[in-house]
């Protein structure tokens, strides 16, 4: 076993790695057999690397050992005014970095105490419940994949692609878009949007269709799925879960309903839950949660006609005035000096918003002390806490199922470590 | 009775002088109470029949630097059933001698912990497993700390690449606060 220490490359043996690893987790008994899963293995979705003690095939311990993937997403933006931050939330969560920007701008705003225009707020929940569709549209592609299912991966990215083009329509990027802005959005969506938008809500539903097709009738994605990795509802709250993994497990929980952001509270929508706890029954809430998504876009497709056309907060202060009004204005032209070189100043406190994303609850919490920087940024991502429970899951099963195990709970890497 | 006030009342009642001060800002409630008070708080408000925080959203540290206690801990904690999250806070003095774990009373409250050890600083007493979490194991220092330099990488040119590589910080080499 080989493990470099600085600059050199030293030997270590098996004792010494024992040692070692009985730091992350208490090695049961010395007869088992120790193994290093990852950080390169395919299946666990990133960079994360998994310390198993096995007897035979079964797990007897796990230890997740993570921080491949850590940038200091927290300090760094600790030296970055509230704007500037923005662009770091993407690159925590690569599958849903419209949900990142969401919860952060929602807590920047919070702790200004200012609130964006109607149109602002359902083009973000438009843009929201794409990101949730597509980020659950890789989830799927890759979990079943990992399960010997091949064709749903490729059917699944065929409409991620469709997703990602409209996210590059709007905001000129396919990922890092950091579209929403403080007060409102970068700017309004173009003329073609709502013809993309309504297309996708017309071909979507039949797709969905054909993946279910695909895996609800395949006996051997089934006997992978079915009564694997069971967890209760008690277990799950202690554990923390939250997204679809608590919901599998029978607890109907879910943030845009008990406390609503946006504009949730106006739309009409279900709550996905099943009760087996499984890997299985994490599956269908994700599926159910698809169709439910698709059903909160058509209805803010049918609000924003009705709405003003103001899509940013008219507030100097915070939105940086358009750029027609800067040949003309004095205070636009200074606003938009100040706003660009020092950035608003946040009053002194805490905020804190949680919001649903795609893999649970992402929490924000921003500390202001008068600056234009933040004093201190903090994110609760759902996948740091929901890898947690993987030991839990996977205790006295076998490798295959911490597969299927993995894959169910939906993590991302660049966000565990951020 | 609003969910703010019961929870003010129901802690005073119990642990009469715990409580240092409450504050609400934008609609968030944050209790701060003694250090030692954090594990029998907890504790009352996960077990008693009308609260019922029966989950832990997130542990978070806080540097307040030139100031006196200079840290802090913040438990965000949800009540379910009654739909209620609230901020609990206590600042800590020591950060070698942080507040008592709360890993009995939520397992993932141990995990948590964790974070706020490797990335701040803070040890939470009785957390067994207390280790770096998302840096190597021989990292010096713990870096949300406000005295924590944030690092910048010198561009090298020709004229200085060997200077500037000799002293590049690669991870395993040692630096800040390295006394040897």
């Not at chain 1, 790695?17 to 992350?24: V, W, Y």
């Not at chain 1, 602002?120 to 929201?128: D, H, K, N, S, T």
């Not at chain 1, 990992?146 to 905001?171: G, Q, S």
Request: aromatic share 10%; with cysteine.
């Amino acid at each position: 076993m080989l493990v470099p220490t600085g600059d050199t490359v030293a030997e270590v043996t098996v004792e010494e790695l024992r040692a070692k690893m009985g730091t992350l987790m208490e090695i049961e008994s010395e007869e088992n057999m120790l193994l290093s899963m990852g950080p390169q293995h395919p299946s666990t979705h990133g960079v994360l690397r998994l310390l198993l003690e096995l007897d035979g095939e079964k797990i007897v311990n796990l230890a997740p050992d993570i921080g491949f993937l850590h940038t200091g997403v927290e300090k760094s933006m600790e030296s970055k005014t509230y704007v500037k931050g923005l662009v770091m939330t993407d690159r925590m969560d690569y599958l849903a970095p419209m949900s990142n920007n969401l919860g952060y701008i929602l807590a920047v705003e919070k702790l200004l105490g200012i609130e964006s225009p109607p149109r602002a707020q359902l083009i973000r929940m438009i843009l929201v419940e794409m990101q949730r569709i597509s980020s659950h549209l890789v989830w799927l592609g890759t979990s079943a994949l990992d399960l010997a299912a091949m064709t749903v991966f490729l059917y699944a990215f065929r409409e991620r692609e469709y997703i990602l083009d409209v996210f590059e329509m709007v905001a000129g990027q396919r990922m890092m878009v950091s579209y929403f802005r403080p007060g409102g959005l970068w700017r309004d969506v173009p003329a073609e949007f709502e013809d993309a938008v309504r297309e996708f809500l017309r071909f979507m539903p039949a797709r969905i269709d054909d993946y279910e097709g695909l895996l609800k009738n395949n006996p051997i994605f089934l006997k992978r799925c079915k009564d694997v990795g069971v967890i209760s509802g008690e277990d799950a709250i202690s554990w923390g879960l939250t997204g679809a993994c608590l919901r599998g497990s029978g607890v109907d929980w879910d943030i845009r309903k008990k406390f609503p952001y946006l504009m949730y509270d106006q739309m009409d929508f279900e709550v996905p839950v099943e009760y087996e706890g499984d890997v299985y029954a994490r599956y269908s809430c994700r599926m159910r949660e698809m169709r439910e998504s698709l059903r909160i876009i058509e209805q803010c497709m049918d609000m924003l006609p009705k709405v003003g056309k103001e899509f940013n907060l008219d507030d100097w202060k915070f939105v940086p005035p358009p750029r027609s009004t800067l040949g003309q204005s004095m205070e636009a032209v200074i606003h938009h000096f100040k706003l660009w070189t020092e950035g608003f100043k946040a009053p002194e406190g805490y905020a804190k918003v949680s919001i649903e994303s795609p893999r649970g609850e992402f929490m924000c919490y921003l500390r202001g002390d008068g600056t234009s920087k933040p004093a201190r940024v903090h994110f609760r991502t759902p996948s740091y806490v929901n890898l947690a429970a993987i030991p839990t899951l996977s205790k006295d099963l076998y490798v295959a199922d911490l597969i299927a195990i993995i894959g169910s709970t939906d993590i991302v890497l660049g966000e565990i470590d951020r | 009775m609003n969910h703010n006030d019961l929870v003010i009342s129901k802690i005073t009642g119990a642990f009469p002088d715990a409580i240092e001060e409450t504050g609400m800002f934008r609609d968030e409630l944050t209790v701060t109470i003694l250090q030692e008070y954090v594990h029998g708080v907890c504790k009352l408000l996960r077990d008693d029949e009308d609260l019922k925080y029966n989950f832990i959203i997130d542990i978070v540290g806080d540097d307040y630097l030139p100031e006196y206690p200079r840290f802090a801990v913040s438990y965000h904690l949800r009540s379910m059933g009654n739909v209620h999250d609230f901020r609990l806070r206590t600042m800590v003095e020591d950060p070698d001698e942080g507040p008592k774990t709360i890993g009995d009373l939520w397992k993932i409250a141990t995990w948590l912990e964790m974070e706020v050890y490797d990335l701040m600083g803070i040890s939470f007493e009785g957390n067994g497993s207390q280790r770096r979490l998302f840096l190597p194991e021989d990292w010096v220092g713990h870096p949300l700390r406000k005295d924590y330099p944030l690092g910048y990488e010198e561009v090298q040119f020709s004229f200085n690449y060997d200077a500037i590589q000799e002293k590049k910080p690669y991870a395993g080499r040692r630096q800040l606060g390295d006394e040897s």
